[in-house]
């Protein structure tokens, strides 16, 4: 299968034309914080670097098939964004107006999101993996009058219809009045009334595009994150404090040098991707990597034979994928040469040992430090995490480490005090502001505050818990919301899930807690077995519970250990446990918003094994 959609290079190399480097001379201006920030984004991101390296490799743009790279320089990017901004301008969008971006990671999707920054619209990119309805929901919340997606999506060797998505999402959007379609594969479309073909009317505009200017506090995205209750939440970021937080976290965090390939493997449709396959690499003058594959297409070497092909210095990655590669065996990685790697980042929930050894060790042959990065898409860039430039800089399996500049964390305890000794546990929060936090949720103030700054006055409540060691260094422990009382102990469920995964045939689990009526709550262990062995679920059960009363402690053993095919995940790899806690307490009617799970079968799946485990139970 061949695809090809690269129809705009060819164009746009011969209109080539510089004359906005005069205006950017004058008014050059690095990443200014307070007061202003003069045409922040896309002149930060792009023209800067036109100026100084116009032919340097911006995007590398890694389409599905392997060795089909496409590779876009600052100018190319540049004269796209401003063909892009142009037309929307001449379309109608204004300054301040939101622009839904549906579109799967690929050099357009980037110059979508530099083009509205550039004429002073926010963008709301929606990972082009959700459903029509939950597309729907954020177009309305967000109020869009132009959406921006492409015909078609590749990933893992299948096709999928985005266009026809987007049709369907629009029907029940009233607001939508254009939607413009880019060409990811030469399979035609079919055009309604309201549609534009992208490309083509992006040659008729001009390469140049004078940036608006904005106020450093003025909207630059939305993006939606889907809360554990109620609708999901539109969190706010602006302009210049994120701009500069992914920037320095971005160059700090990952050692990230000038010439270095920056490897992030996050969709653009999550915070991960904005910050770290975008903004942070392109305001840096980086090289930065958009991922369309899978790690397991066509092969579970993927990410080692393209960390191979393109040099990659940076691999940054989620855990849930280290743990599916791991189960493959470490032939997949020995095949490929990975001597350029030279940081390995971790990001989406703690890495548990296992995978921290497995990556550490085989993927970076021990000789790479591993970032196992902390951070949320309400603080818009990274907050703890190891910082390996330092030249104290010490690591520690399965620990976030330290706090970036600027963020001073503290932990609460149960009461709303704070913890100031060490090695201790609490509820993290953040103790001052920072350049790159959220401001707040799209038409819904009150739920920001009430969700993040009420639960513990004067202070940012980030959810989640963690333990300070007695260095002072920060570990999460997880969801605050998972943390158990079994018998008047208090227990991360994550601390309980690290014993499990340890064990050799066990490939993942979730760990939950659940009424009991003798010890308050009980420990419910879903637990996923690798492919590859043979085993008898009894013996598993029974070794399950010798390792975690020999590791944590025996109250903290399952009560019950469910085994299933596969956990409920988000599309970006996080377990769903809410949905876990639901079926446990047998509340099905409350399961809740749905539309950002993987695949919702699996929801089946683990109701029935929970029923079949009861009635076994009732039986003995
Ligand atoms: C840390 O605290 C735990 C329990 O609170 C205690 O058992 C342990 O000895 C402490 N460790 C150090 C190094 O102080
Ligand atoms: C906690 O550890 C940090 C780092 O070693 C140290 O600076 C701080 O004083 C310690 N706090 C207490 C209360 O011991
Ligand atoms: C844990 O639950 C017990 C009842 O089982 C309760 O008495 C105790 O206060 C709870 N502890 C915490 C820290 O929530």
């Given amino acids: 299968m061949k695809h090809h959609s690269i129809v705009w290079h060819k164009n746009v190399k011969k209109r080539h034309s510089i004359v906005w480097h005069k205006n950017v001379k004058k008014r050059h201006s690095i990443v200014c914080v307070h007061v202003f920030s003069l045409w922040a984004h896309s002149v930060n991101c792009l023209d800067r670097h036109v100026h100084t390296c116009p032919e340097r490799v911006a995007l590398i743009w890694e389409r599905d098939e392997p060795g089909s790279e496409v590779k876009v320089t600052y100018r190319e990017l540049l004269e796209m964004t401003c063909r892009l901004g142009n037309l929307l301008r001449h379309r109608g969008v204004k300054r301040g107006d939101c622009v839904t971006i549906y579109m799967s990671p690929c050099p357009l999707a980037v110059a979508s999101m530099l083009a509205c920054a550039r004429i002073g619209a926010a963008h709301n990119v929606v990972f082009a993996g959700f459903s029509a309805e939950a597309l729907a929901e954020r177009i309305r919340d967000a109020r869009s009058s132009t959406v921006i997606t492409v015909n078609q999506g590749v990933r893992g060797g299948k096709v999928t219809e985005l266009k026809r998505t987007v049709d369907t999402a629009v029907q029940s959007c009233p607001t939508v009045q254009q939607v413009f379609v ?10 309604t009334a309201k549609d534009v073909a992208m490309e083509e009317e992006m040659l008729k505009e001009d390469v140049v595009c004078e940036p608006a200017a904005m106020d450093s506090e003025d909207v630059l995205f939305l993006l939606y994150t889907s809360g554990s209750t109620g609708k999901p939440k539109g969190l706010v970021h602006t302009q210049a404090g994120y701009l500069l937080y992914a920037a320095l976290t971005h160059r700090y965090v990952f050692s990230y040098h000038d010439g270095d390939v920056f490897g992030c493997v996050a969709d653009i449709g999550w915070i991960t991707g904005h910050s770290y396959s975008v903004y942070g690499p392109l305001a840096n003058g980086g090289t930065t990597v958009l991922f369309e594959s899978t ?21 940054y990655g989620a855990p849930t994928a280290i743990r599916l590669l791991l189960k493959y065996g470490d032939q997949w990685v020995h095949k490929y040469d990975r001597s350029t790697l030279k940081t390995l980042g971790s990001v989406g929930e703690p890495i548990n040992t296992e995978a921290w050894e497995w990556y550490h060790s085989v ?6 430090p591993v970032v196992d990065t902390w951070w949320q898409t309400e603080t818009g860039g990274i907050c703890i995490a190891p910082r390996p430039s330092d030249p104290d800089a010490e690591i520690v399996p399965g620990m976030a480490m330290r ?12 009461e709303g005090k704070v913890v100031t000794s060490n090695n201790t546990s609490g509820a993290l929060c953040i103790a001052q502001p920072w350049p790159g936090m959220a401001r707040t949720i799209h038409n819904n103030h009150q739920r920001f505050t009430e969700t993040y700054c009420q639960p513990h006055p004067g202070y940012f409540f980030t959810g989640d818990g963690a333990y300070r060691s007695k260095e002072g260094y920060y570990q999460i422990t997880g969801r605050l919301d998972d943390v158990i009382n079994v018998s008047g102990h208090r227990i991360g469920t994550a601390e309980i899930e690290d014993v499990v995964n340890q064990c050799s045939a066990v490939a993942e689990s979730a760990v939950i807690g659940y009424s009991h009526n003798i010890k308050g709550q009980g420990v419910y262990a879903f637990v996923v077995l690798k492919k590859s062995v043979e085993v008898e679920e009894a013996d598993v059960s029974r070794q399950l519970t010798v390792m975690v009363s020999k590791n944590i402690a025996k109250y903290a053993c399952p009560d019950c250990i469910q085994f299933v095919q596969r956990l409920p995940k988000t599309r970006s790899g996080k377990i ?8 446990v307490e047998c509340e099905l009617n409350g399961l809740g918003d749905l539309s950002t799970l993987d695949d919702p079968t699996t929801v089946q799946e683990i109701i029935q094994g929970h029923r079949d485990l009861l009635s076994k139970q009732q039986q003995q």
């Fill in 363 to 368: 993927v970076g042959d021990g000789r790479c």
């Fill in 576 to 583: 769903m446990r809410r949905v876990l806690r639901k079926v």
């Fill in 182 to 191: 880019a060409m990811r594969t030469e399979n035609p479309v079919v055009m």
């Fill in 403 to 414: 706090p970036f500049f600027g963020i001073k964390p503290v932990l609460m305890d149960t």
């Fill in 295 to 315: 790690p397991i297409y066509p092969d579970p070497g993927r990410y080692w034979e393209m960390v191979q092909r393109l040099k990659i210095n940076q691999f």
